[in-house]
């Protein structure tokens, strides 16, 4: 597969140019820390954040449970203004499920979350993003970066927002607007996992030369209220086993908040081999568990939606510097898997981005020395093995785990990572699964359903932002050898092959569907599927997710 080009433009369309010292592109966690630290170091450093959903906080989801140490160290006195959903942990509980029940187990030391709080990551970056203004950012929502800017020597010199008003055909629409184009000395990629700016640097500077392919788990989650009465704010629930076969990774998060709200949802190892698993399926099962289905039985969703994670961890960390631009968040990769936490770690890696670059006059070159020399690095190589120990089952995952643990990660060997999209077994080829799967019958029953409590919204006159380079393998190789596994991995039902008199079978794309999960982009066994950016503002309007 050739690498994306920015499609040609029919016409030269001229563009106005912004100019700061610092453009960051993504206001989630690890973007607005760098913003806000930076600012504290040199309030004469011009910085801007761009953000492709409508408002902060409408794209953003994690569980989410932070440790706080970093965000004490960004805005010491935050506790006496704390975002609006911040609940102290107060107990954990660690269960292994059974189709009709399960065993509470001992917490693992990873997975202890006193001192702890719940948040909600989307209120959280809302609340952040004021704070980051007052200092003197300038923050843009709804600008979607489109495309980086290059010099003759290729250095990074800058984004390129999306064109507004652009139709399905690629025509201009009466309410055309052309993208400006913001240049900066530096430009910070904040995009959280895989961002599809960062996808193309890291081929184009070839960062990933030294380091294994990057891993994924794809998150749903939910958000529903439920009598008062039910609610144990701040009590964490975790659980693997059930739904989930041997074979499969795959977990869930409960978390109580407050005001009769609970926070839930599941993870799935975008490793897995099952081509007919169904991730959504998955999650929707868990919620008719005897132990979880009492606790939301009457009561209702307010917000939903999917999001992927980034779990390779230590041994798939790209080098995060190149000429002119420089990676942090989860768009390094530095999210803690066994803690089940990237908050911390994109607060930190903001953070210690901001201050090397003040320290170096705005030069990227040896950030990625201190990236891996500081903390954030040395608490990924401690864990470094737990999650690839599960590509081989769950008790092996198990038994590795509590090794790594109890040596802290002092093995003399690093276990190896896979690219996600070369796990799939073909049909026939892979042992079916006993799926014990139960009647469902709680909300919502399909994935359309779903769609809706994500609120996303795109103009269905625009240009598709799914990009199937060639939709001939879908209804040829695809469907003999995987079944097309798209039209069960994507959690919104994107993806359709359907049939009309015409053409026969082919592959329908609803991006409107789309919630930006990734999913596609990563699990697709041929890699023929590229997410980009949409019209800017486009997307899911997550509601403290």
């Known amino acids: 597969m050739s690498e994306i080009q920015p499609a040609a433009e029919v016409e030269p369309v001229e563009r106005d140019v912004m100019e700061y010292d610092v453009v960051t592109v993504g206001a989630g966690p690890a973007g607005l820390a760098f913003a806000i630290r930076l600012k504290q170091l040199n309030p004469e450093i011009s910085v801007c954040v761009i953000e492709k959903a409508s408002s902060v ?138 961002g599809h700016l960062t996808k193309r640097l890291v081929k184009q500077f070839r960062l990933d030369a030294d380091s294994d392919p990057q891993g994924y788990s794809i998150g749903i989650k939910e958000l529903w209220q439920v009598p008062e009465e039910r609610v144990s704010p701040g009590k964490i629930v975790h659980s693997f086993g059930w739904p989930a076969d041997s074979k499969t990774y795959g977990g869930s998060f409960l978390y109580h908040l407050d005001k009769g709200r609970i926070a839930l949802g599941y993870v799935s190892g975008l490793d897995y081999s099952d081509p007919d698993y169904k991730p959504w399926e998955a999650f929707q099962q868990w919620k008719n568990h005897p132990t ?53 770690q994109a607060i930190r890696s903001g953070m210690l981005a901001a201050e090397h670059l003040v320290a170096s006059q705005l030069e990227p070159e040896g950030f990625d020395a201190k990236l891996r020399s500081s903390d954030a690095m040395a608490e990924l190589k401690k864990v470094r093995n737990i999650k690839p120990g599960f590509k081989r089952g769950l008790w ?41 799967y139960v009647e469902r019958t709680l909300e919502p029953r399909d994935r359309l359903a779903g769609v809706y409590f994500a609120a996303t919204e795109h103009d269905e006159d625009q240009p598709v932002h799914l990009r199937v380079h060639d939709t001939s393998v879908c209804v040829t190789r695809c469907a003999e050898e995987y079944g097309n596994p798209c039209i069960r991995f994507c959690p919104v039902g994107v993806y359709e092959i359907v049939e009309d008199e015409a053409n026969g079978k082919r592959l329908q794309i609803n991006a409107a569907n789309c919630v930006h999960c990734k999913t596609c982009d990563i699990k697709d066994p041929y890699q023929i599927i590229d997410w980009v950016t949409p019209e800017g503002g486009s997307g899911p309007n997550y509601q403290n997710l």
């Open 57 to 194: 906080g409408a794209h953003i989801l994690s569980g989410a449970v932070i440790e706080t140490g970093p965000l004490d160290a960004l805005l010491p006195n935050w506790r006496d203004n704390p975002p609006p959903i911040c609940v102290p942990a107060t107990e954990d509980e660690f269960w292994l499920l059974s189709r009709d029940g399960g065993r509470k187990l001992p917490v693992p030391p990873g997975m202890n979350n006193h001192g702890n709080v719940i948040v909600s990551l989307g209120a959280m970056c809302a609340w952040l993003a004021p704070q980051a203004e007052a200092l003197g950012v300038e923050i843009y929502p709804g600008f979607a970066a489109a495309e980086t800017l290059h010099d003759a020597d290729g250095k990074v010199i800058g984004v390129r927002i999306g064109d507004m008003g652009v139709a399905k055909d690629g025509s201009h629409k009466p309410g055309f607007t052309a993208g400006i184009d913001i240049h900066a000395k530096v430009t910070v990629l904040a995009e959280g996992a895989r």
């Open 396 to 436: 092996f995952g198990m038994l590795n785990a509590a090794w790594e643990t109890i040596t802290g990660g002092l093995s003399p060997w690093t276990l190896k990572n896979k690219p996600d999209w070369s796990s799939l077994d073909k049909l026939g080829e892979h042992e079916q699964p006993k799926r014990d």
């Open 292 to 344: 979880i289905k009492p606790l939301l039985e009457g009561g209702s969703i307010i917000s939903a939606g999917a999001r992927a994670i980034v779990t390779g961890g230590w041994q798939s960390l790209p080098k995060v510097e190149m000429p002119g631009a420089l990676l942090i968040g989860d768009t390094a990769g530095l999210l803690n898997v066994p803690k089940v936490k990237g908050t911390h």
